[in-house]
């Protein structure tokens, strides 16, 4: 089952009179690429959090966005009584003609005065985020699941494109050694006493070093390999990437020896779905 790195979860959760929001973002990416963003109080958390997600999610460009809002008076907030009386002298002094309310109203958007006490969550209230965070993680697993599912259709579909092509290819082999073989004797016809036998083990020599027999049973095990491979119950994107190589590898020999403009065709249109089967590997978990 193929997993893809591009996913996107969410949930949210009520402690103490606020509302945490998490949201995790993932891209491709060759390593896990984590990024937290979270608020200050909460750094000492910070490790716990990465270590939920890096275990779970293994791979990927990862963001990790928590935000907090106040829910009511309970939460944990706090005027900064002091400051305020500080801030409405000053604007007194500075601003004499102002009424109270402007000047209330204006101290009440200068920074500071709303605090969030900084206490670290309880045993019960990390154990409510823990759980948050992992239905969050939970979320964008299972987007990454749903675009797997995708992808997979998409590369069995390419994969058995290349299985067809190559069905196609001995059709014309026959027709090839032929050409090849009256290619040769035509080279030859000005060239005068030509020992035939000697000629005749010179071309099968030849003909053996263009077989192609082998690069068309090793290509053809490598796809099943690659199909097999998608079905394991869990994803492997850089087995299925070491898969490719070995396919395109087999792909640029049939290419080599093929000597047949049909055959080249087969090739061309070969290397075309391979590129698109790795441009999609890249973002396979």
């Given at each position: ?140 697993i299972q987007f990454r699941n749903d675009e797997g599912r995708v992808l997979e259709i998409e590369l069995i579909a390419r994969i058995k494109i290349i299985q067809e092509l ?48 082998e690069e068309k049973v090793r290509l053809e095990n490598h796809l099943e390999y690659f199909l097999s491979t998608m079905k394991e119950k869990i994803s492997n994107g850089k ?21 047949h403009a049909e055959l080249q065709k087969i090739v061309v249109e070969m290397k075309d779905e391979l590129e698109k089967i790795k441009e999609q590997i890249l973002n396979v978990?």
């Open positions: 089952m193929l997993q893809s790195m591009t996913g996107f979860g969410k949930s949210e959760i009520n402690i103490g009179g606020m509302r945490y929001s998490i949201d995790i973002k993932s891209l491709n990416s060759k390593n896990i690429d984590l990024n937290v963003r979270l608020p200050q109080w909460m750094r000492p958390n910070e490790a716990e959090i990465r270590k939920i997600i890096s275990d779970t999610m293994q791979r990927g460009k990862i963001d990790v966005y928590i935000n907090h809002e106040i829910l009511d008076d309970s939460g944990p907030v706090s005027l900064n009584i002091q400051l305020l009386k500080s801030y409405m002298q000053q604007m007194q002094q500075v601003s004499p003609d102002l009424s109270l309310e402007a000047r209330f109203q204006a101290a009440m958007q200068l920074p500071d005065l709303i605090q969030v006490r900084q206490n670290e969550f309880t045993e019960n209230e990390w154990n409510s985020f823990h759980e948050a965070v992992l239905q969050a993680v939970h979320n964008a190559l069905q196609q290819v001995p059709q014309f082999e026959k027709e090839r050694i032929t050409r090849l073989r009256e290619r040769i004797l035509r080279s030859l016809q000005e060239i005068q006493d030509v020992d035939q036998d000697r000629f005749e083990q010179e071309l099968i020599f030849y003909l053996e070093k263009l077989d192609i027999t087995k299925l990437s070491f898969i490719t190589q070995e396919i395109g590898r087999e792909i640029n020999t049939l290419g080599s020896k093929s000597n978990l």
